[in-house]
């Protein structure tokens, strides 16, 4: 059983997007060596986690559905009124989702191909790829969501008054 799960699971999810780009943008062989390296080096990571204090169950609920509030409201899932920067985010998701990987594009006589920070879409692009454009929306709202509701339980944790530590984190992160 592992130590601390909620670690484990935040770093797991942002390890898969590089699994993704060292197997499925990377040569075959490099990407393969890449990808075991980088699964191994997280093996070693979660067995070397010390053992984390029982799961407050009710907090980390509230913090989950708090972070997918905070990301519905900052435009993500496309619910509400989205940011003239959700206008790029989407259409590289879309790009993602649509094209083969890896994504290019034509300049006149040139072929360029796509540089950008994809960390965050090759999850929910993958999902897109075999469930859809919509579905890889929703994809990136759930994982954004988990990431932010899990930093929050990070912040509130330790806290005696949890929820006015995470408040006040909150109101310094940005509106983002």
């Known amino acids: 059983m592992n130590k601390n799960p909620i670690l ?7 390890l898969a997007p590089l699994l993704i ?5 990377l040569q075959p062989l490099p990407g393969l ?3 075991t390296l980088a699964f191994l080096g997280f093996v070693l990571f979660v067995r070397a986690l010390p053992q984390a204090p029982a799961v407050d169950g009710r907090l980390l609920l509230g913090c989950l559905t708090l972070g997918l509030v905070l990301c519905v409201l900052a435009g993500n899932g496309g619910f509400f009124y989205a940011a003239d920067d959700w206008v790029v985010r ?9 094209q083969p990987w890896p994504v290019t594009y034509r300049a006149g006589d040139l072929e360029l191909v796509l540089r ?25 709202l759930i994982q954004n969501s988990a990431l932010i509701g899990g930093v929050l339980y ?6 005696s008054k949890k929820w006015i530590a995470i408040a006040i984190f909150i109101a310094f992160s940005g509106v983002d």
């Open 8 to 14: 484990a699971t935040m770093v797991g999810g942002l």
């Open 21 to 25: 780009f060292n197997l499925g943008l």
């Open 90 to 98: 989407d259409a590289l998701l879309r790009d993602l989702v649509n």
């Open 154 to 159: 990070f912040v509130g944790k330790d806290f």
């Open 116 to 140: 950008a920070p994809l960390g965050m879409y090759l999850v929910p692009a993958m999902v897109g790829k075999l469930l859809g454009l919509r579905a890889s929306e929703l994809a990136l």
């Open 33 to 35: 060596v890449a990808a």
